[in-house]
């Protein structure tokens, strides 16, 4: 099976061939924003990190920054800075440029501020548009993708046919060499035993109860209930009763083979096969950290019908709920609903996924695209200064 | 088109795949040959009780347990937040 791609300078294939505006620092936003209005073919990926932020939250969001900007479906980055924050421009355009990609740092108050800066990006932003834009698509296989998969408003058909039919597509991917990464750590608590059972070795089921560990009593320190949050009000409107429920049906979208690691939020994985990502299930951080992986393309299984997407990531909606399927058109890629229904078999609702997935490999717009929908948002673990 | 699902034959639930009302009788219920008489209008997607299920006794979906009911729940009878306590990220 090959799939066509945009071969990167470091070996790795794009399904997409962005340039991108990346601020290092939520104060840069409005730099990053300006080019980017001036130059509408460019994704501007704005976010609120970047300063202000102390040990582990710090380097979790340099990470994740730095990760998104080494995504593959990247051609060229323009990192933009302000020059006074702790995640600089700098840093993450040298972290970046480990895949020898091309990217620059723009620094506003190193360039003499706003207007000079402006038109310095303006400079670079012709020179990548000159370098990627007649970058052509060439075959490579199927080892080259890096899947990410979540699910999202999540309802009982999730459980019942759009997860699992998703995780059989996601078996395919392995079995042909590729990587596929799942997560959503607090959509694990009440299934991580069957999940664990499939750990490749005892470290990763060890690290894998450590996360859920970790993720239920943040729950539990807050004095809450995590009902009413997760599942969420929506999800409840679905028939999902309780965070039990939702993650028996969640963790069947990760598919069936051996689990080889579980990650950091944002983590690049090192090798093949399956993994899992720690963080949150909330949609924008979720998509951020998956893209900040590496991965390519998204499978997003949703009941309710969320029109959620990735600037980086094309996200491929896939719902077996029948109404949803009838009025959301606009936001569902792949219907499975004849599933839910008995009208036909999770083999063959895996098969639709993998044939769409290989189609928006080669270029296919997705929904989620085609509206262009879809935002960063870091995961942020601790207190801003 | 069936109209329920049991996810898998230790469950005390099943999912609802159609709109109910009172008096409606659902027979894609594996082992009930008579079927399940459901007892209360309940949406597509929720579930409902496919045998009596005491207070404080654990709710099978999957095979798993998703909860605990924090009443009885009567064959037939809507399954969900209303009675049925999460044991897990909790407070």
Excluded at chain 1, 10 to 19: P, Q, V
Excluded at chain 1, 38 to 60: F, I, S, W
Excluded at chain 1, 135 to 142: A, Q, S, T, V, W
Excluded at chain 2, 19 to 37: M, R
């Amino acid at each position: 099976m090959e799939l066509l791609g945009f071969e990167r300078p470091d070996g790795s294939y794009g399904f997409r061939n962005h340039i991108a505006i990346l601020s290092s620092v939520g104060c840069a936003n409005d730099v990053s924003l300006r080019l980017g209005r001036m130059y509408p073919n460019v994704l501007v990926l704005t976010h609120r990190q970047g300063c202000g932020q102390l040990g582990a939250d710090k380097e979790q969001s340099a990470r994740t920054l730095a990760g998104l900007g080494k995504n593959p479906n990247l051609a060229a980055v323009l990192v933009v800075g302000m020059g006074c924050e702790s995640i600089t421009a700098k840093y993450l355009a040298e972290e970046i440029s480990r895949t020898k990609k091309m990217v620059e740092p723009l620094v506003v108050l190193e360039e003499g501020g706003l207007m000079p800066a402006l038109a310095k990006g303006a400079k670079f932003l012709h020179q990548m548009l000159d370098a990627v834009s007649p970058m052509r698509r060439i075959p490579c296989g199927l080892k080259e993708l890096t899947l990410g998969i979540k699910c999202g408003l999540t309802d009982t058909t999730s459980g019942i046919a759009s997860n699992p039919a998703t995780g059989m597509a996601a078996d395919k991917i392995v079995d042909a060499g590729g990587t596929v990464i799942f997560g959503e750590t607090p959509e694990v608590i009440g299934a991580e035993h069957i999940l664990a059972k499939r750990a490749a070795n005892r470290e990763v089921a060890e690290k894998l109860y450590g996360v859920v560990k970790i993720c239920e009593e943040r729950v539990r320190a807050s004095g809450m209930d995590i009902r009413g949050a997760n599942p969420a009000p929506g999800n409840i409107a679905g028939g999902i009763t309780s965070i039990e429920e939702k993650s028996l049906g969640a963790i069947k979208k990760g598919g069936n083979r051996a689990l080889q690691g579980v990650l950091d939020y944002g983590e690049i994985p090192r090798g093949k096969g399956l993994f899992f990502m720690d963080g949150p299930g909330r949609t924008p951080e979720a998509l951020t950290g998956l893209s900040a992986t590496g991965a390519q393309i998204i499978i997003f299984s949703t009941g309710g019908g969320s029109p959620a997407g990735s600037p980086i990531s094309p996200v491929i909606k896939v719902t077996g709920n029948p109404h949803t399927a009838q009025r959301l058109q606009d936001h569902i890629d792949v219907d499975v609903s004849s599933t839910t229904r008995g009208e036909s078999s999770l083999e063959e609702a895996g098969e639709r996924i993998f044939q769409e997935l290989l189609r928006v490999a080669a270029g296919r717009v997705t929904k989620a695209e085609r509206l262009g929908y879809g935002m960063v948002s870091v995961w942020n673990v601790g207190p801003h200064m | 088109m069936r109209k329920a699902i049991v996810m898998d034959n230790k469950d005390n639930v099943a999912t609802l795949l159609t709109d109910v009302e009172e008096g409606d009788v659902i027979h894609d219920i594996p082992g009930k040959a008579g079927g399940v008489q459901i007892q209360q209008k309940i949406p597509f997607g929720h579930k409902i009780a496919i045998r009596k299920i005491g207070r404080g006794e654990a709710v099978v979906k999957y095979g798993e347990v998703i909860g605990k009911a924090s009443e009885e729940i009567a064959e037939g009878r809507h399954v969900h937040v209303h009675n049925v306590e999460s044991v897990r990220g909790r407070g």
